[in-house]
DNA sequence: TGTACATCAGTGAACGCGCGTTCACTGATGTAC
DNA sequence: TGTACATCAGTGAACGCGCGTTCACTGATGTAC
């Protein structure tokens, strides 16, 4: 049962991490900063440790609710209408992937850009929203193999077969490794695309990024035709 | 004419520049800082202010260093014996991109991660480095077109193709749109396999980040095959 | 329904530390005659 | 070759600001009888 009180605090906690992801879109994600959330929070920085132990927790804090948020919107693109065809549905996850990242740039950068100087997350606690967000990428391929409608052509090297193998085991991801290993190679892909875009060192030689990407997007998933 | 004292001075400045990056590894990029290097140094930070004019502008030669060191690095790996065979050039080209991206972590953070809070790039500074790094990258698939070792099959989207064009009579880089564009899918391709191998979000997953690499480098240039 | 008590939210001072930049200065090194 | 002078490297104090975390505390809100 949750109290009033307990409502409250988890209010309280939202707003402090709205506010915490504001300053960090401005300073950069290295300058999160208690003090500061406070002065704009109108509270005493000492109030903030009564929903945080530390600068430490708020950040893991964010970084799962930014991983949870991405893999939300993943899950949104794959429950999108798209007739049975698991391309397309691998089309709108991996497209929803980049609106997130610009939609979300703070938060990206936050959990796939720079680490956090004297920062240590803690593995374990951010672990199973990263493995679910990567389930959904997967989950679109898997359809499309099972179908027909994909085939997975090419097979990873040994000493990363034997890897990925006990990855699969750990996390149950449920997928063969080539499976598994075509995902990966899309999303790094892709990936690339989007840091750069990011960071703006891909705009000004490209032009349309939107273009591009989805240029890049249909290339990789082409590779998949049976 | 470099008489003594100018000499002395550029040394002094190389070293600065030194422990700037030995900081920055250490920090990170975003926690330069002028009062710890000059603590480092045994100097106090007013000395430093007879070098660089403002912590902005040693982060600006800093970039401009580390975009230098990459070119040189690409340079290197270009001129390495390749027996007219103008695909294993570019492997060795795109190898030696992941090479020093590992072997200059921070430089590599400090010129395609995350940007520094409050501190703008003068992009007319920087840019010289950064065509000629990429000139490198384009040089051997232009050498393997045009000797017929790599046929460029695919053609950029129209929105794409009218900003190319600019972009390399801007920069006068010496290859046509179609080849531009199938060295910036390389290049961003690949680009994503490295960002996610320093933050370690490849490693866990896949093991072997190195064969990793190399069959992805080897698919990208695959499709060039004749 | 009313009251006593426990729980919790938020305060304010303090600790010990960090930062970039400006300023007037001393003392060493180089240059011109 | 010796000396006067200009140039330059580096100092030290100061300005005005930032930070995370601990501690003893006040006053409001909720709970049990």
Known sequence: MITRREQKRENIKDEIKTFARQ??????????SLRAIARDMELTVTALYRYFASRDELITALI??????LADALQAAADAPHNGDYIQQARNIFTAYRQWALQHPTDFELIYGNPIPAYDAPREITVPQVIR??????AALVNAVNSGQAVVRITP???????????IAEANYPVTSAQFYAGVRIWTRLHGAIMLELFQHLPPAIGDVDA?????????LHELMP
Do not use: C, K, N, W
């Open 23 to 32: 300053q960090m879109a401005q300073e950069g994600t290295a300058a999160l």
């Open 64 to 69: 799962v609710d930014a991983f949870a948020s």
């Open 133 to 138: 967000g990567f389930t959904i990428m997967l």
């Open 157 to 167: 090297p040994a000493s990363v077969l034997a890897h990925l193998e006990a990855t």
């Open 212 to 220: 591009y990407y989805r240029h890049e997007l249909d290339a990789a």
